[in-house]
């Protein structure tokens, strides 16, 4: 399953609410409304803009997922009842990583079945 690359200060970017004003980022669009945030900094700290995207993506039916959150970003997870487990992106990491997500919505896939899309054939 390929995933898109979507930036902050992008066409697809600013369509998810994910605007440069607001913030610094980039994450994944997935098949089946999966959006996975790999990396996020926002420009005005402490006004509550990161939870208020998070919350509209939630609302507008997106699996959202959290690549290695730091505490701040844990703290803002936790309050929107996500849970940490562990996913593999062969393309950007060797190992699995934290993936923070919510219970039952887009249930995980087992490390086993997400290699198995990137396996090699030939």
């Known amino acids: 399953m390929a995933a898109t690359r979507i930036e902050t200060g992008t066409p697809q970017g600013d369509a998810l609410g994910f605007s440069e004003d607001l913030f610094s980022g980039w994450l994944e669009m997935e098949a089946g409304n999966r959006l996975i945030l790999h990396y996020i900094i926002s420009r005005h700290k402490n006004e509550g803009n990161t939870q208020a995207l998070i919350r509209q993506w939630l609302t507008e039916g997106y699996d959202v997922r959290?690549?290695?959150?730091?505490?701040?970003?844990?703290?803002?997870?936790?309050?929107?009842?996500?849970?940490s487990g562990r996913e593999q992106f062969p393309d950007q990491y060797e190992d699995a990583v934290e993936v923070w997500h919510r219970p039952g919505?887009?249930?995980?896939?087992?490390?086993?079945?997400?290699?198995?899309?990137?396996?090699?054939?030939?």
């Open 66 to 83: 959290v690549v290695m959150p730091r505490p701040v970003m844990q703290h803002i997870l936790r309050k929107l009842q996500f849970v």
């Open 105 to 122: 919505v887009g249930e995980p896939e087992s490390v086993h079945e997400r290699q198995g899309r990137y396996a090699v054939t030939g």
